[in-house]
């Protein structure tokens, strides 16, 4: 990627999923820094530590699962079915998912939105003249951390990652 960077077939490189050991290792091996790591975050994982080395490195974090994941169609949500969110949305006069990006934008982070219906869209783009109130940043601070895609599909004993605390750097 370096080499398409230099022959100006690419303005920027990056990144997915890269834990800080990661990017750690990454960065003593390159010319050119990632300059975005794309990952799960929302306010059931945070990534409070990656965050932080990121900034610390000029690397933008691009969220995306910013409404949760599921590692199966049928398993549960814990994002959206959140009593907490559901209780600030309420309180706000927002959808849990407008709760969810306008956390994840006060972050300083990027965030992906996917949508095809014209409601949602206009839904996604009202986040931005309101707040979340410091009392609603404690309560989401509050709420037990849960990654939504573990990442078992990764995890192989003839692959690179043989577990998950492998696969993620231990920053489960």
């Given at each position: 990627?370096?080499?398409?960077?230099?022959?100006?077939?690419?303005?920027?490189?990056?990144?997915?999923?890269?834990?800080?050991?990661?990017?750690?290792?990454?960065?003593?091996?390159?010319?050119?820094?990632?300059?975005?790591?794309?990952?799960?975050?929302?306010?059931?994982?945070?990534?409070?530590?990656?965050?932080?080395?990121?900034?610390?490195?000029?690397?933008?974090?691009?969220?995306?699962?910013?409404?949760?994941?599921?590692?199966?169609?049928?398993?549960?949500?814990?994002?959206?079915?959140?009593?907490?969110?559901?209780?600030?949305?309420?309180?706000?006069g927002k959808t849990i998912a407008q709760v969810c990006r306008r956390w994840?934008?006060?972050?300083?982070?990027?965030?992906?939105?996917?949508?095809?219906?014209?409601?949602?869209?206009?839904?996604?783009?009202?986040?931005?003249?309101?707040?979340?109130?410091?009392?609603?940043?404690?309560?989401?601070?509050?709420?037990?951390?849960?990654?939504?895609?573990?990442?078992?599909?990764?995890?192989?004993?003839?692959?690179?990652?043989?577990s998950l605390a492998e696969l993620w750097d231990g920053e489960l």
């Amino acid at each position: 990627m370096e080499e398409v960077h230099g022959l100006g077939l690419a303005k920027s490189i990056g990144v997915s999923n890269f834990s800080c050991k990661k990017l750690e290792n990454l960065l003593t091996l390159t010319k050119i820094p990632p300059a975005v790591n794309q990952v799960e975050m929302n306010p059931l994982w945070r990534q409070e530590k990656l965050k932080e080395f990121c900034k610390g490195k000029g690397i933008v974090i691009t969220a995306y699962s910013t409404l949760g994941a599921r590692e199966t169609l049928s398993g549960p949500n814990r994002v959206m079915e959140s009593q907490v969110l559901k209780e600030i949305a309420i309180a706000r006069g927002k959808t849990i998912a407008q709760v969810c990006r306008r956390w994840v934008y006060e972050q300083g982070v990027t965030l992906l939105v996917k949508s095809f219906n014209e409601e949602r869209m206009k839904e996604n783009l009202d986040i931005f003249e309101w707040e979340l109130s410091k009392e609603d940043l404690k309560k989401i601070d509050e709420i037990p951390q849960s990654r939504g895609l573990s990442g078992d599909f990764f995890v192989s004993d003839d692959g690179p990652f043989k577990s998950l605390a492998e696969l993620w750097d231990g920053e489960l």
